[in-house]
Nanobody
Framework: QVQLVESGGGLVQPGGSLRLTCAVV???????????MGWYRQVPGKQRELVAT???????EYVGSVKGRFTISRDYGKNTARLEMNKLKPEDTAVYYC??????????????WGKGTQVTVSS
């Protein structure tokens, strides 16, 4: 009933910055509310891990390894989320996935994923 459209990512040198953006795009006429939006990341051979998330009306949460470097923000009017990534390290290299949980008339909590965008930190 919704699609997640991601943008951003790419190749950056260590210490550099990147911005990821995710938009929740509903099917025509679909009425919903967003419970939370966030970003996960995954490297080959490892489980997908939470990077940052923010529930509607609550404070942001981050995995310890990105605290102080990454900032997640939401535009509630546009149903978008943005992840500002600063002081990037090679270990931040991964495919980053946007994630959202929505509520609607047919579900109290439905999860959606974006297709993923590659972030590579390398000199």
């Amino acid at each position: 009933q919704v699609q997640l459209v991601e943008s951003g990512g790419g190749l950056v040198q260590p210490g550099g910055s990147l911005r990821l953006t995710c938009a929740v795009v509903p099917a025509s006429g679909f009425i919903f509310s967003i419970v939370s939006m966030g970003w996960y990341r995954q490297v080959p051979g490892k489980q997908r891990e939470l990077v940052a998330t923010v529930e509607t009306g609550r404070t942001e949460e981050y995995v310890g390894s990105v605290k102080g470097r990454f900032t997640i923000s939401r535009d509630y009017g546009k149903n978008t989320a943005r992840l500002e990534m600063n002081k990037l390290k090679p270990e931040d290299t991964a495919v980053y996935y946007c994630h959202t949980i929505i509520q609607s008339a047919v579900s109290s909590g439905e999860t959606y994923w974006g297709k993923g965008t590659q972030v590579t930190v390398s000199s």
